[in-house]
Nanobody, 124 residues
Framework: QVQLVESGGGLVQPGGSLRLSCAAS????????MGWFRQAPGKEREFVAG?????????YYTDSVEGRFTISRDNAKNTVYLQMNSLKPEDTAVYYC????????????????WGQGTQVTVSS
């Protein structure tokens, strides 16, 4: 089973950028679709972005990040990325990556395993 470790979070001013990374262990990484989720204090975990398995030819986003965030994967490095531009205070949350056997899904319960999360704070 794949194990996931996120990195790249931090404090950034509104309008700034961050790139999150999620490193996976295991030889089956490319066979999983991958997703990024986030959870703000007092709120449920929500889908942010997903990328299909193998070549990652299909990407999908929640409406609030469309055009600002970009998900990508490098199967040679067993890593998935989330490039976040034009960050807003409402993007503040703990960001998690997760793997799924189902391409194209945004459903939290269809993802697992999960990483430990990385904090992103957008504030002036």
């Amino acid at each position: 089973q794949v194990q996931l470790v996120e990195s790249g979070g931090g404090l950034v001013q509104p309008g700034g950028s961050l790139r999150l990374s999620c490193a996976a262990s295991g030889s089956l990484f490319s066979s999983y679709s991958m997703g990024w989720f986030r959870q703000a204090p007092g709120k449920e975990r929500e889908f942010v972005a997903g990328i299909s398995s193998w070549s990652g030819g299909s990407t999908y986003y929640t409406d609030s990040v469309e055009g600002r965030f970009t998900i990508s994967r490098d199967n040679a490095k067993n890593t998935v990325y989330l490039q976040m531009n034009s960050l807003k205070p409402e993007d503040t949350a703990v960001y998690y990556c997760a793997a799924s056997a189902v391409d194209g899904t945004r459903t939290v319960n269809l993802y697992g395993p999960w990483g430990q999360g990385t904090q992103v704070t957008v504030s002036s």
